[in-house]
Every structure is written in structure tokens, then in C-alpha cells.
């Protein structure tokens, strides 16, 4: 009897164990992965707000191309509805992305310098620049656009750190 009352009881650990690990599991699967600028527009001012998100990706490619993605894809509803939007035009695209001694390099599709103002372009690449500068491996930025380093960027000749370290700009914006 002794023997049957002790198998139930470890098969009920098991059992409990195996709950456990399944909640575990689908919890972490829901947590989010990196956190998405979105430009706040503060009436005087602009700035970013950070949006957790669950993006997937388990390499640098896939990671960058969908923080990318997401930056023009925009806000969600709720997002927007609390006064979050997106200065990265809606057909923007990561090309490529590499790392070299946490130096993060993207190069992205031409759509990322058209159209703006000033304003706009400020936000898209604040936007760019501290969603893609996480985890924390990544300690600094450089944008490529078609393949070419950019050091002025658009129009309105905005000067461009190369590299942009984010150590050195940890507070979020104003402009």
C-alpha cells in the first residue's frame, strides 16, 4: 500500500513539474524581446517613448529586419491612440546587418531617406538609433543606406555621428 501511495505521489510531482515547466515555457514565450521608439509629439517638442514588443528572431539579421519593420510599420491602435507615431516611412527595409566588435552596422533600403523635414528625419533616426541599439552587446550604430556609409543624412544635412554610441546620448531626446 505504502509503495502505491508513494508512486502516486511522485507521479503527481511529475505531473506537477511538467505543469510548471509548460507555463514557464509559454510565459517566456509572450515576454518581451526588445522595446520599439515611437516619436511622442509634445506640442513645443518631440521626443521617444519606448514600447516593449515580442519580435522574434534568433540571429542579428532576422532581429534587426523585423525592429525595422516594425519601426515603419508604426504603432499599434492603442499606441497611436495615446499619441505614439512613427517618422520611419512605411517602406523602409533592413538590407543587411553585422556586428563587429559592438559596432552594429545596418544598411537600409533607400526609402529611409525620402521625405520628412527636419523634424521627421530627426525622429526616424532617433527612432532607428535606440531601438537598434540593444541588447546590450550593441554599443554603437552606423547607417548604411544602399550599401553606402552615411554621413549626412538627407536633404536638410544632418550631420550623422559614425559611429553613433549610444553610451554617449543615454538620455532620450528632445528636438
Avoid: C
Avoid at 2 to 19: E, G, K, N, Y
Avoid at 89 to 111: I, R
Wanted: aromatic residues 6%; without cysteine; neutral net charge.
Amino acid at each position: 500500500m505504502r509503495t502505491v501511495v508513494l508512486r502516486v505521489v511522485a507521479l503527481a510531482l511529475l505531473l506537477l513539474l511538467a505543469l510548471a515547466g509548460v507555463l514557464t515555457y509559454r510565459t517566456l514565450q509572450r515576454l518581451p524581446d526588445t522595446i520599439l521608439y515611437f516619436v511622442r509629439d509634445r506640442g513645443a517638442n518631440f521626443t521617444l517613448e519606448g514600447v516593449p514588443r515580442r519580435l522574434g528572431g534568433s540571429d542579428l539579421q532576422a532581429r534587426v529586419e523585423r525592429q525595422v519593420a516594425a519601426l515603419a510599420k508604426g504603432p499599434e491602435p492603442d499606441e497611436g491612440s495615446r499619441g505614439l507615431s512613427s517618422s520611419v516611412p512605411a517602406d523602409t527595409t533592413a538590407l543587411n546587418a553585422w556586428l563587429v566588435d559592438g559596432v552594429l552596422t545596418v544598411d537600409l533600403s533607400p526609402a529611409f531617406e525620402r521625405g520628412g523635414g527636419s523634424s521627421g528625419m530627426m525622429g526616424r533616426l532617433h527612432q532607428l538609433y535606440y531601438t537598434l541599439s540593444q541588447p546590450a552587446e550593441i554599443g554603437a550604430v552606423v547607417i548604411s543606406i544602399g550599401g553606402r556609409i552615411v554621413e549626412v543624412f538627407g536633404g536638410e544635412g544632418i550631420l550623422l555621428d559614425v559611429p553613433w554610441v549610444r553610451e554617449r546620448q543615454p538620455e532620450l531626446p528632445v528636438w
